[in-house]
């Protein structure tokens, strides 16, 4: 009984070091596996041996884990003899059943003989190419990277999957967006087209009537000797009204020119053409006894003729709208800005100029400050102001088309001040049109 | 006191607007220094009138309203500063709107003016002395 006892006794113990053994093998491949080490040294009898799990190197282990893109081994068949995990989430299926598939497998119909060419290519050197991975319901377009790489036991293929789901769909969208874009101009250009219709239409075929209109009725002044007062009243608003249509015409023709005129933008300094507007003035200044101040001007870059034009609306604006019984004093100003922003600091020599016109006229609502630019806008009845409305819009149009801002305030009685900020150099922008 | 008529300038007017040749006629019939041509209505009758006039008695200034049927103005300037009978005539341009396109291509063709056309009758004689200071 006794010896029976220690035989069980002995066994037992044999049976819990082995299973101790077993336990601790079963943790070293564990964790040769996972990663946690690279490699056991085992002392057997005098010599030391090494051992590792082939592909066991931990960073790339980790590394093929961890990262965002698919990635396979296959053998020279094509057999996927290894599959990391993102591969798994692309397919759906879990990785015990991809090992040993071939790869042919997931690759689209359509593209399977474009997949063939690229395979049996990458065994000659690196190569790469687009196809789509489908599992199922599951389509994925992705990037495949072949490198054929030679292990100890043979050459096996590298395969690194990128999914291209995100980069198609962001190129479905620019394309998409090509699109509208290309439609849109098409649209542009063809109301610019029919701008340009109604300019010729409006140059020729309407003035060509009311030029009628004009000479006949004073044709009909100069005889007009049998017309009562109230029929030369009648006589004389057809003229005036005849006149003011002919000024709207010619307005809006030179607001229409505005899209088609490529003039071209060249430094230009500001002080010579405010003088030359001053000549022009001259009359009118003298006789409202006007005053303009004027800080010395910069030189921009803009195009000459639409730049002058602006002054031009403007001070004519404040000559215009002046006080009955205070003689107009116009001011206008320059600064030189950091920023596009009239709120912008101050810097010497730009890249931007603020410019200020500013008069000690009638003045208007500060309500009606966003509207001024407005086409057809008028403050005024026409009895008061003379006027078509349309000088404030093309004056925007032009700053615009320089790159430029504009804006106004304004008080009633005291005045009104215009604020223009324009870029020095018209390459600032990326645009000279 | 009538000029003799060897000095007063012959006029030819090319206008198919029944009204404006009727405005022409009208402010400028009584000037001493002008004798008007039967107006033509376009080009084509511009040559046709030139072909019936001898050297001697083509007009002293032609005038071309651009905007005429079958050979508007700058078509019939064309052909009349590349005929060498007819190239020495000077010819006046007129219409309603002179655009840049006009007034440039009119002047690199020939014409001795662009002018637009009148609103009133002051406006007739203005422009018939500016063309007579420049022929």
């Given at each position: 009984m006794e010896s029976n006892a220690k035989l069980t006794n002995g066994l037992s113990r044999e049976l819990e070091d082995t299973r101790r053994q077993l336990y601790e093998a079963l943790e070293t491949i564990e964790a040769l596996r996972t990663?946690?080490?690279?490699?056991?040294?085992?002392?057997?009898?005098?010599?030391?041996?090494?051992?590792?799990?082939?592909?066991?190197?931990?960073?790339?282990r980790v590394f093929i884990e961890k990262m965002t893109e698919g990635a396979l081994t296959l053998s020279q068949e094509g057999i996927i003899l290894f599959a990391n995990s993102q591969f798994s989430e692309m397919t759906g299926l879990p990785l015990s059943a991809i090992i040993g598939l071939p790869f042919e497998l997931f690759i689209t119909k359509s593209d399977l003989s474009f997949y063939q060419q690229?395979?049996?290519?990458?065994?000659?050197?690196?190569?790469?190419?687009?196809?789509?991975?489908?599992?199922?319901?599951?389509?994925?377009?992705?990037?495949?990277?072949?490198?054929?790489?030679?292990?100890?036991?043979?050459?096996?293929?590298?395969?690194?999957?990128?999914?291209?789901?995100?980069?198609k769909a962001t190129q479905r969208k620019l394309?998409?967006?090509?699109?509208?874009?290309?439609?849109?101009?098409?649209?542009?250009?063809a109301s610019n087209h029919d701008l340009q219709q109604f300019a010729s239409v409006a140059s020729h075929d309407l003035q060509e009537p009311l030029r009628k209109i004009q000479m006949f009725s004073n044709f009909l002044?100069?005889?007009?000797?049998?017309?009562?007062?109230?029929?030369?009243?009648?006589?004389?608003?057809?003229?005036?009204?005849?006149?003011?249509?002919?000024?709207?015409?010619?307005?809006?023709l030179n607001y229409s020119r505005l899209s088609a005129d490529d003039g071209e933008f060249s430094p230009t300094d500001l002080n010579i053409i405010l003088k030359e507007l001053l000549d022009d003035f001259e009359l009118m200044i003298a006789d409202k006894k006007a005053k303009v101040l004027y800080d010395n001007l910069p030189v921009l870059e803009v195009i000459r003729g639409q730049i002058r034009q602006?002054?031009?609306?403007?001070?004519?604006?404040?000559?215009?709208?002046?006080?009955?019984?205070?003689?107009?004093?116009?001011?206008?100003?320059?600064?030189?800005?950091?920023?596009?922003?009239?709120?912008?600091?101050?810097?010497?020599?730009?890249p931007f100029c603020l410019l200020t016109i500013e008069d000690n006229g009638i003045g208007f609502e500060d309500k009606y400050a966003g509207i001024v630019f407005s086409l057809f806008q008028r403050?005024?009845?026409?009895?008061?102001?003379?006027?078509?409305?349309?000088?404030?819009?093309?004056?925007?149009?032009?700053?615009?088309?320089?790159?430029?801002?504009?804006q106004v305030k304004s008080i009633v009685g005291k005045g009104t001040t215009f604020m223009i900020v324009l870029p020095l150099k018209q390459q600032l922008n990326g645009n000279t049109g | 006191m009538v000029t003799p008529d060897k000095i007063r300038k012959k006029i030819l007017l090319a206008e198919d607007d029944?009204?404006?040749?009727?405005?022409?006629?009208?402010?400028?019939?009584?000037?001493?220094?002008?004798?008007?041509?039967?107006?033509?209505?376009?080009?084509?009758?511009?040559?046709?009138?030139?072909?019936?006039?001898?050297?001697?008695?083509?007009?002293?200034?032609?005038?071309?309203?651009?905007?005429?049927?079958?050979?508007?103005?700058?078509?019939?300037?064309?052909?009349?500063k590349n005929n060498i009978q007819y190239k020495k005539i000077p010819v006046f341009m007129y219409s309603?709107?002179?655009?840049?396109?006009?007034?440039?291509?009119?002047?690199?063709?020939?014409?001795?003016?662009?002018?637009?056309?009148?609103?009133?009758?002051?406006?007739y004689h203005k422009m018939i002395n500016e063309m007579l200071e420049l022929i």
């Open positions: 990663g946690q080490v690279d490699a056991i040294v085992v002392q057997n009898g005098s010599t030391h041996e090494l051992y590792t799990l082939k592909t066991a190197d931990h960073a790339y690229l395979f049996a290519n990458s065994w000659k050197g690196y190569c790469k190419g687009e196809v789509e991975i489908v599992y199922q319901e599951r389509r994925t377009p992705v990037q495949l990277s072949l490198t054929a790489l030679e292990l100890a036991d043979g050459i096996s293929l590298s395969v690194i999957i990128t999914d291209l789901t995100l980069q394309q998409e967006n090509n699109r509208q874009l290309e439609h849109l101009n098409k649209t542009l250009e002044k100069n005889n007009a000797g049998n017309l009562n007062m109230e029929q030369m009243a009648h006589l004389e608003k057809i003229i005036g009204s005849a006149d003011r249509m002919k000024s709207l015409i010619i307005d809006i602006v002054f031009q609306n403007l001070i004519s604006n404040s000559l215009k709208f002046s006080k009955e019984d205070e003689p107009p004093i116009i001011k206008i100003k320059a600064s030189y800005l950091a920023s596009k922003s009239f709120t912008s600091p101050e810097k010497t020599a730009g403050l005024h009845s026409k009895d008061s102001f003379e006027g078509t409305g349309i000088g404030l819009a093309i004056t925007k149009k032009i700053i615009e088309k320089h790159h430029g801002l504009i | 029944p009204d404006d040749r009727g405005f022409f006629f009208q402010f400028l019939n009584n000037r001493a220094d002008l004798v008007l041509l039967p107006p033509v209505e376009n080009g084509e009758e511009v040559f046709e009138y030139l072909a019936k006039a001898h050297n001697g008695t083509f007009p002293d200034l032609i005038i071309l309203d651009q905007n005429m049927p079958k050979c508007n103005g700058l078509q019939t300037l064309t052909i009349l309603t709107y002179t655009d840049d396109y006009l007034v440039k291509k009119s002047m690199q063709l020939g014409a001795r003016s662009v002018l637009e056309k009148p609103f009133s009758p002051e406006g």
